[in-house]
């Protein structure tokens, strides 16, 4: 008879009625893959009452943690839940009882991975997290397992679908940022509290995700520097369009001598780059290799079955290494010290928007500051807002963000001057 394996989900959500859903309805390939009949036993939810997506057939549902982490004939637990606390307690509860953990939790992983991962180790079990970046893209498994033989160079993501469907309107209807927010928030896509999604945060911890699995690096979350949207006006998006670029909020991870500089903010990509095409709530990441190039990998970053898909191919492989007795290695396995690439060693190009005093003198006062920090103009536009101020647009030649610094901190002191936008320019 064939051996089943049992699986326990804290939480019924969108993921987690996804997860039932395809370990129901794929359940024959499923057990031919694996060799075990995988099957859901309990799920943890707050609520009894509440009238879920899928019907309770062949498990059941509890409030109390422990029927499923103290349950011996569960051997897989799926952290569906969201949050840090309990989520991680139940975790690492589950890691302690020797059962494998499945999670989709960005936030927990990227804020508590290491430790996370040493209990599984310490405790032989498998932990893994494909769902917690871009989730139906089965991304972190590809940077593992399909370019293990590649020296990656580069990440480039577009890893928040909410802030991607929000630029997408911006640019296509020329709406401003208040008003599509508004519009995410009504469709689901954004939450009342945006600060996570429309600050970069949400896409920072995704970055130290991949980050961790691309470089084998341990980057602290206060160590990406990170922008969000909030800053990007309409004429943002019209000077990007006429210069034939297009503004994403791109994460990025680059390698360089040993040390990486991990990044989100908003990028102006050429349109011909393939990463400008990726639109509304998609997600994209874009890798280049040594040996392999650049290879992109584009899809839905959420959504019940794009996301469970994730978790369940998750669940798979902890049935293979079951079967063949190989659980407890780390999803990472790829280790390397990790070291932050110095402002004097990270070039590009920046483009600016500097509100300034229409006076005589100003743009000579502004030029003579970016030729003290050695920094040199690409591309300048100016236009007058009014009577008393202009718009100036700089688009910098290949500048280090040590220099580029330097000469914004000059900016800053003077009062005829307002930086209103820095943001990288991407080429090639
Ligand atoms: N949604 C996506 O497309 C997506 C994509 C990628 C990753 N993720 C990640 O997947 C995780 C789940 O997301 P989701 O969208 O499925 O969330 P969700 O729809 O809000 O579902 C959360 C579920 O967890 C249960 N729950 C929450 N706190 C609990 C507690 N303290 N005790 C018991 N049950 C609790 C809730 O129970 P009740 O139903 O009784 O309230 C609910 O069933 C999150 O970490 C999220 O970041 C989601």
Redesign the pocket.
Known sequence: MEAKLKVGI???????SGVIHILEEHAEKISQITGYQVSVKKV????LE?NRRYETKGFSLT?E?TDILDDPEISVVVE????IE??REYILQALKAGKHVV??????IALHGDELIAVAQANKCDLFYE??VA?GIPILRTIVNGLAADKIQKVMGIVNGTTNFMLTKMKTEKRTYEDVLKEAQDLGFAEADPTSDVDGIDAARKMVILTRLAFGMNVDLADVDTVGIRGIAPRDMEVAEQLKYVIKLVGTAEEKNGSVAVSVGPVLLPKYHPMAGVNNENNAVFVTGAAAGETMYYGP????L??ATSVVSDIITVAKNSKLGTNGNAFNSYQHDTKQTSPDEIFSKYYMRIVMDDKTGTFLKLTQIFAEAGVGFDKILQEPLDDYTATVVVVTHVTSKAQLEQAISRVELEPQMQMQAKYQVVEG
Do not use: C, H, I, Q
């Not at 970053?301 to 019940?304: K, N």
């Open positions: 804290l939480g019924f959500g969108t993921v987690g943890l939810v707050r609520d509440k409030t943690p569906v839940m969201g949050s309990p989520a999670t989709a939790n960005k936030d927990l769902a917690s989730g970053g959420a959504g019940e794009p996301t």
